[in-house]
């Protein structure tokens, strides 16, 4: 998919993702995977695209690069991946793999 969106040059850290701009990336981004029926990228198995992205099986916008680890809260098209609510969910920000690593565990 094209970075069809001009988000992914945006230098602000401040922006939230529960902001106008990160709903309007998401739903685009959402609809050009609904488009070419993408699979969840974290399981593979496919998203129902007509379920809520509040269902556990419906789609997110899933930041490759998590937030928490220095990634753009609007990364454009190219930094996003489809996943399901539940798949993100459990992926989580990636910051706990790396406390329990600093600690030995």
Not at 14 to 28: F, I, K
């Amino acid at each position: 998919m094209d970075d069809q969106d001009g988000a992914g040059d945006q230098s602000e850290r401040w922006v939230s993702r529960q902001s106008r701009a990160w709903t309007e990336l998401s739903a685009r981004y959402r609809e050009a995977c609904r488009q070419i029926d993408a699979p969840c990228a974290l399981c593979g198995q496919p998203i129902d695209y007509t379920l809520s992205g509040r269902n556990r099986y419906g789609f997110t916008s899933d930041h490759i690069e998590t937030i928490a680890t220095g990634g753009a809260v609007l990364p454009g098209f190219d930094g996003l991946r489809p996943a399901h609510q539940k798949c993100n969910a459990a992926r989580g920000d990636g910051t706990r793999a790396r406390e329990m690593a600093a600690w030995g565990w």
